[in-house]
């Protein structure tokens, strides 16, 4: 027998505890794209490691090309599923450091809220499940099932070590479910859980011209300027109203079924008050699609950066010898990262002009997921939100991208439980991320009766 009252005592006399040590990893500037954070990387991971030794957990550290990625399990309980949680040490870069009103790695809170980089993204939301399998143990009761543990370093940063070690360490991570708290509720006050994920395909496209940069009073109209020529390319990739233009782009495209439309229809959401929160006068997107479709179930096209010419003070007139962009599609089911490369290559060089040379550097992708809402596990997770949030949590999909799962699964086979503990407006990948302090304790909460529904 379960005893929930034990549990509940335990989660409440150790919230300080829980956040301070959340404030520790939070403290660790565990940039993944930056390379000179090593040191750092190397911290993060023995520290969630040695927090889940300390739970009686059997831990290692799996060393590839990168940051380690962190592993660990509970005893196994023959006749009982097991179940694989997934997360993430890394966060990304700072940058813009001026705009946060405090340092984004030294965490405080604020009106109710923890702020630093990686407090919802993803430190505190994959240490819910941390807290949660430590509090069974600390409470001196025996976990219904088999947990196993897979924290990596990288995936902010393409998951490069875990998609290395994948073959190798499946049998290790042999599970029926997976765990994976790095996404959103759908409002505060309204828990979700997410059945679908878009994948993504990410480039940085660099186009080079003139062997240095020339003066343009002496050579402008005469050759063909980079920049200008990498502005065109971008903007004939999609029509104004949103339509992608590779050459059959939307072919494996899965469309959305009217069941979905119209359960997305009745969710009560706001173009105006989206519009409002982002600080935009309008919102725009593909025709024939609402904002949640477009947001959730449409692929998509976006530039990141953009790089090269004069970025100085003052004016300098010149026709840079480069331009390059960050770019990236996100896909849906069923698109692959891999055909949507081809797609890119053949569209980018009919339409590069003469004069210049385009080359595209695939940095990293991968597929959507969708998530089987029917699968036996999701009335137990249901039932463990409702109770550790206090409200049942509605089927949303999402638009953010977890690249690696959809190689988990496939394989693992196992099914998915995606629960987002963060909101919309977490400022994830943004100055001042914040993650909701309560939200972070319903969490560790509604871990805690996770395992003993997805044993039942
Ligand atoms: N936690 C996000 C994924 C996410 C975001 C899920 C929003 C649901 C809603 C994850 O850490 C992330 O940001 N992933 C990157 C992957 C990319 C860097 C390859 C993303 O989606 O941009
Ligand atoms: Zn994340």
Redesign the pocket.
């Known amino acids: 027998m379960t005893d929930f009252s034990a549990l509940d005592r335990f989660l409440q006399n150790n919230r300080q505890s829980h956040l301070d040590e959340l404030f520790e990893l939070l403290r660790i500037a565990s940039i993944s794209a930056d390379s000179t954070k090593g040191a750092e990387m190397a911290q993060a991971a023995n520290w969630v490691e040695a927090k889940l030794a300390s739970g009686g957990l059997k831990t290692k550290q799996i060393h590839g090309d990168g940051p380690p990625l962190v592993y660990a399990e509970s005893a196994p309980v023959p006749g009982k599923p097991v179940v694989l949680i997934y997360g993430?040490y890394d966060v990304q870069p700072v940058d813009p450091l001026h705009l946060w009103d405090s340092p984004p790695f030294e965490p405080v809170l604020k009106d109710g809220n923890i702020v630093a980089r990686g407090s919802t993204?993803?430190k505190g939301q994959m240490l819910t499940h941390v807290q949660s399998v430590l509090a069974w143990h600390q409470c001196g009761q025996k976990l219904p099932l088999q947990v196993k543990f897979l924290i990596e370093g990288q995936?902010?940063?393409g998951s490069e070590v875990l998609e290395a070690k994948l073959a190798e360490i499946t049998e290790q991570i042999a599970c029926d479910v997976i765990v994976i708290s790095?996404?959103?509720q759908y409002a505060k006050g309204q828990p979700a859980i997410t059945y679908g994920?878009r994948g993504?395909a990410?480039y940085e496209l660099r186009v080079h011209g003139p062997k240095a940069d020339l003066h343009s009073g002496s050579f402008g109209g005469a050759v063909t300027n980079p920049a200008l020529a990498l502005a065109r390319i971008l903007t004939e990739m999609k029509t104004a109203d949103g339509k992608i233009q590779l050459p059959g782009f939307y072919d494996s495209v899965v469309e959305l079924v009217p069941s979905e439309r119209e359960m997305w229809a009745s969710m009560n959401f706001s173009d105006e008050v989206f519009a409002k929160q982002l600080g935009v006068d309008a919102l725009t997107g593909e025709a024939g699609y609402t904002t949640l479709e477009r947001r959730w179930a449409r692929p998509t096209f976006d530039v990141h950066g953009l790089l090269g010419g004069y970025q100085g003070e003052g004016g300098k007139t010149i026709i840079p010898s480069w331009a390059a962009a960050k770019i990236s599609f996100r896909l849906v089911p069923n698109q692959d990262p891999k055909t949507v490369s081809k797609q890119l290559q053949e569209f980018v060089h009919s339409h590069t002009p003469p004069g210049v040379r385009v080359e595209i550097v695939d940095l990293?992708g991968g597929r959507g997921v969708m998530v089987n809402p029917n699968s036996k596990f999701m009335r137990g997770a249901m039932q463990a939100v409702h109770e550790g949030f206090d409200a049942m949590p509605v089927l949303i999909r999402?638009?953010?991208?977890?690249?690696i799962v959809a190689q988990m699964v496939e394989a693992t086979k196992a099914d998915v439980l995606l629960l987002?503990w963060g909101l919309d407006d977490d400022g994830?990948?943004s100055p001042n991320e914040k993650f909701c302090l309560e939200d972070y304790y319903r969490g560790i909460r509604a871990s805690s009766r996770l395992w003993h529904y997805l044993a039942e």
């Open positions: 993430h993204d993803d995936e902010e940063n790095d996404s959103s994920l993504i990410y990293h999402e638009g953010g991208s977890i690249p987002g994830a990948h």
